[in-house]
């Protein structure tokens, strides 16, 4: 049984990520985040890769938001780097464990002024009545911070997924599509080739 460590995998993400950086200049970070609630309803959107390293696969979010409500209630995520300029895709399943405050607040403060402002009129994933609503609630907390430091909103932090499934696939010709599993036990990972 052949076996690897997380940083060679990690290294082989960077590998790839630096690839898909060159070949999409435009969010090459964009990921497919899968979701569940408590019932296993799932539910998929896009998200971006905000940090990754040994612990694992870091995003940010309203924690009011659908995602944040259901990783809290069934914390198990699946993600999807999907470059179709680089014929290549890497999917990732695991735990799912919140960010530190420290983490969350050292992002937060790195983000646009206009983002961090966003973060606190926004209220993700509830009806809105109309634009203007979200208009006048940017106005309000501009007003609010006017152009001073704006601190990071309780309700909004990050969410870390730890690995247990990574897979790495490329496209190769006539569909016999490259598929290397790597499926973690504790600190050791084993390597399986798929069938494509």
Known sequence: MTTITTSEILAKFDEWFRDAEASEPEYPNTMALATADASGAPSVRMVLMKGVDERGFVFYTNLGSQKAKELIENPR????????SIKRQIRID???????????????ASRPWDSRIGA???????????RFVLEKRIAEYTIKFNVGEVP???????????PEKIEFWKEELFRLHDRTLYLRDGEIWTVEKLFP
Do not use: I, N
Request: proline fraction near 7%; include cysteine.
């Open 94 to 108: 695991g735990a799912v464990e919140p960010v530190s405050d420290a983490e969350a607040d050292e992002y937060f």
């Open 77 to 84: 995520a699946s993600l999807c780097f999907h470059w179709k």
């Open 120 to 130: 606190w009129a926004s209220k993700q994933s509830q009806p809105m009545e109309g």
């Open 152 to 162: 990071r909103p309780e309700f909004w932090s990050g969410f870390r997924v730890v």
